[in-house]
């Protein structure tokens, strides 16, 4: 079991910037990433699209035999993680908008949240932010565009930052001192991002947070590898190399899942 690979999966790119994170964490663990370019972007799709392809993708994961899954996608762990461990018996790690660390750095007490439209609809992520609702304010915000600029390889472009700016201007009204990235594809606007934000804001993305609680679990499982490394990445799109060779991959297989 231990030698089996971990899958990670997100609606394209975005988890990479939570694979990055696990890749370092965990060098010597296999990985199976999918990008569920064909269905992306998830955050306007309703709960039950999302749910639908959580559980397909997570089916054809196990299928591969593997020994525990992270959901790389914010709009998917919100809508659908607790139907996927009421589903399957293989352990899941996923990723939600990072509030309390955010709630517990800040000074100024009011912090905002730039995610999808999904991501803050969901129940799930209003159940946390009633949870600290008491002791900070929290400005949340729809990122529009944002997943499709980053998909369409234009993260550090003039459109991005005109978009990060409009998005962006009401929150920035108010003394917000961090900005919780509430989308794992928005770490990779950090250029634009940065050259918006009052140097007082701290961006807080949580891919460090997710790779240490699947290290947590792989050693309390007692299922760490300590003799692999290797990542396959699969699209359920016929795969953009161009747009994949500017996050460092060469080799994308294409899957139908
Ligand atoms: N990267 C995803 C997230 O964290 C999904 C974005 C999308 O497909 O809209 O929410």
């Known amino acids: ?38 269905f992306s972007p998830y955050g306007k799709r309703t709960k039950e699209e999302i ?3 959580s559980d397909a993708i997570s089916n054809w994961l196990i ?10 996608c914010n709009t998917a762990t919100t809508n659908a993680i607790s139907h996927l461990r009421n589903t399957f018996t293989v352990p899941f790690v996923g990723i939600e908008p990072a509030i309390k660390p955010a709630a517990l750095g800040s000074k100024t007490g009011v912090v905002g949240v ?27 915000q729809i990122g529009h ?15 991005a930052e005109i978009q990060l700016r409009k998005d962006l201007a009401p929150m920035l009204k108010k003394p917000i001192d961090h900005l919780v990235l509430g989308c794992t594809h928005y770490p990779f606007l950090n250029k634009p991002l940065k050259s918006i934000l009052p140097k007082n804001v701290t961006i807080v993305d949580c891919g460090e947070a997710v790779a240490k609680q699947t290290k947590r ?16 990445y699969y699209s359920t799109a016929f795969p ?8 460092g ?3 994308v297989n294409q899957t139908a899942i």
Not at 16 to 29: D, G, Q, T
Not at 145 to 158: I, R, T, W
């Open 217 to 232: 679990l792989l050693e309390s499982r007692e299922i760490l590898n300590t003799v692999g490394g290797r990542t396959n």
């Open 1 to 38: 079991m231990h030698k089996n690979p971990i899958g990670v999966f997100d609606s394209g790119v975005g988890g990479l910037s939570v694979l990055y994170a696990i890749r370092k964490m965990l060098p010597n663990e296999d990985v199976i990433y999918v990008a569920d370019q064909a």
């Open 240 to 247: 953009n190399k161009k747009l994949w060779k500017m996050f």
């Open 145 to 159: 565009g944002l997943v499709a600029l980053v998909e369409e390889g234009n993260a550090d472009s003039p459109q």
């Open 63 to 72: 299928s591969k035999n593997c020994k525990l899954i992270v959901v790389a």
């Open 249 to 251: 991959v060469i080799e």
């Open 51 to 53: 749910i639908k392809r």
């Open 114 to 140: 730039l995610a999808t439209e999904g991501t803050l609809s969901s129940e799930l992520f209003q159940a946390t932010t009633q949870d600290h609702a008491k002791d900070i304010e929290v400005i949340t």
